[in-house]
């Protein structure tokens, strides 16, 4: 079944976009809670006026974003953490403490818009983190944790 996304849906497609999912994943779940249209012959054309018309502002957004991207692009975040003996930490890091020390910096990035390769980060030292700021901007930021 094809429909027409009306939010951004993880691992599935971003807003307006038309992809084909299996009928009970469309029916039962995206449909129900509003994520989707199903997608007739009037709903896209209603998308494609939609996209158009949105054209200008998605381009002005794009070049925000990248903008951002080359402020963020080759900055080393500092994240200080409770540590144990053994470097081992009391917790583990997340995205959000990322998202906060992004926002320190004056860059109003949510901690939904992050993603960390890893699992759980329990121990001292330097990752990547992949900050989406739009759908077709993505930078990856290094980030360390410290004893704090």
Do not use: C, W
């Not at 957004?61 to 963020?72: C, G, L, M, P, Q």
């Not at 121990?123 to 983190?129: D, F, K, M, Q, R």
């Amino acid at each position: 079944m094809e429909i027409i996304l009306k939010q951004d849906v993880k691992n599935l497609g971003y807003a307006h976009d038309v992809v084909k999912v299996k009928n009970g994943y469309g029916l039962n779940f995206l449909i129900p809670n509003g994520l989707a249209v199903i997608a007739s012959g009037s709903n896209v054309k209603i998308n494609q006026e939609v996209l158009r018309q949105r054209q200008h502002k998605f381009e002005k957004v794009r070049t925000d974003a990248e903008k951002v991207k080359s402020n963020i692009e080759n900055v080393v975040l500092t994240i200080p953490a409770k540590v144990g003996e053994n470097g081992k930490l009391f917790g583990s890091v997340t995205t959000q403490q990322i998202a906060d020390v992004l926002k320190k910096m004056g860059h109003n990035i949510e901690k939904r818009q992050i993603s960390i390769k890893e699992d759980h980060i329990k121990n001292v030292g330097t990752y990547i983190a992949e900050v989406q700021l739009h759908r077709d901007v993505v930078v990856p930021v290094t980030f360390e944790v410290v004893a704090g």
